[in-house]
C-alpha cells in the first residue's frame, strides 16, 4: 500500500507570492489534515478535510486555505507569502479522521523557503 | 502556549544509557500518542495511550500514561544511535477533535 504522498518536497518563493501544497491520502483513506512545523513551535494544526468538507480549523491567518477532492487528494494554499511562513508542512491522513483515536499516516512534507 | 508540554527539549547521551521523557498538560486527553521523526521525514506513531494508568512496552520503549490522563512519559533502556531523532507527543484533546502536538525532545545517542 502506498503511503502518504506530498509534492513537492522542497519550494523556494520569495515574500508576497502565492504557493500550493499537493497532498496525496493512503487509498481508502477519507481525512486529510494539515500541519506546520518549525523549530520553534513544533507542530501546528492547521484544518482537517474529510469526504471534501473542512471539518476542522487551527488558528492561521485566512491567507492558510485548503480543499479536498472527491478522490480524497487535496490541497494547501498559502497567498501572500510571509518569511514567518518559512516552515516544513505536512499533511496527514487516516481512515476516519481525527477525535476517533485514530493513527495518523503523515507524508514526509514540502519543506517552504520564503525569502 | 504549548498545551503539551515536552520536557526536555534537548537530550544528548551516550550508548547504553537509560533516559526518560515527559508530556504534561494542564488539560484532560481521551487518549496520548507517541510519535517519532527522523530528519527529512514525516512523524511515525509509536505507541497510543489510552486508559489513565496504561503502561505499554514496545521493545525498549516504556510508555506510560497518568492516572487523571492529563501527562505521559516515555522511558528508553540502554539507548541506541538508532533511537536518534525527535520524540513528539500528540493528544486528541476531549471534545476538540484534532490532534495536538507537543514541540518535541529532540535525543542524540552517541556511539
Known amino acids: 500500500k502506498a503511503g502518504v504522498t506530498q509534492t513537492p518536497r522542497y519550494l523556494i518563493k520569495t515574500r508576497g507570492q502565492q504557493v500550493t501544497l499537493s497532498c496525496s491520502p493512503i487509498s481508502g483513506h477519507r481525512s486529510v489534515s494539515w500541519y506546520q512545523q518549525t523549530p520553534g513551535q513544533g507542530l501546528q494544526f492547521l484544518f482537517e478535510y474529510f469526504s471534501e468538507t473542512q471539518r476542522n480549523k487551527g488558528n492561521f491567518p485566512g491567507r492558510f486555505s485548503g480543499r479536498q477532492f472527491s478522490n480524497s487528494r487535496s490541497e494547501m494554499n498559502v497567498s501572500t507569502l510571509e518569511l514567518g511562513d518559512s516552515a516544513l508542512y505536512l499533511c496527514?491522513?487516516?481512515?476516519?479522521?481525527?477525535?476517533?483515536?485514530?493513527?495518523?499516516?503523515f507524508g514526509s512534507g514540502t519543506q517552504l523557503s520564503v525569502l | 502556549t504549548q498545551l503539551l508540554e515536552q520536557s526536555p527539549q534537548f537530550l544528548s547521551i551516550q550508548e547504553g544509557e537509560n533516559l526518560t521523557v515527559y508530556c504534561n498538560s494542564s488539560s484532560v486527553f481521551s487518549s496520548l500518542q507517541w510519535y517519532r521523526q527522523e530528519p527529512g521525514e514525516g512523524p511515525v506513531l509509536l505507541v497510543t495511550v489510552v486508559t489513565g494508568g496504561e503502561v505499554k512496552k514496545l521493545k525498549r520503549l516504556t510508555f506510560q500514561f497518568g492516572d487523571a490522563r492529563k501527562d505521559s512519559s516515555l522511558h528508553i533502556t540502554a539507548a541506541q544511535p538508532g533511537d536518534t531523532g525527535l520524540y513528539l507527543c500528540?493528544?486528541?484533546?476531549?471534545?476538540?477533535?484534532?490532534?495536538?502536538f507537543g514541540a518535541g525532545t529532540r535525543l542524540f545517542v552517541k556511539a
Open positions: 496527514a491522513s487516516s481512515l476516519q479522521g481525527q477525535g476517533a483515536n485514530e493513527k495518523l499516516f
Open positions: 500528540a493528544g486528541d484533546h476531549t471534545g476538540g477533535f484534532k490532534t495536538i
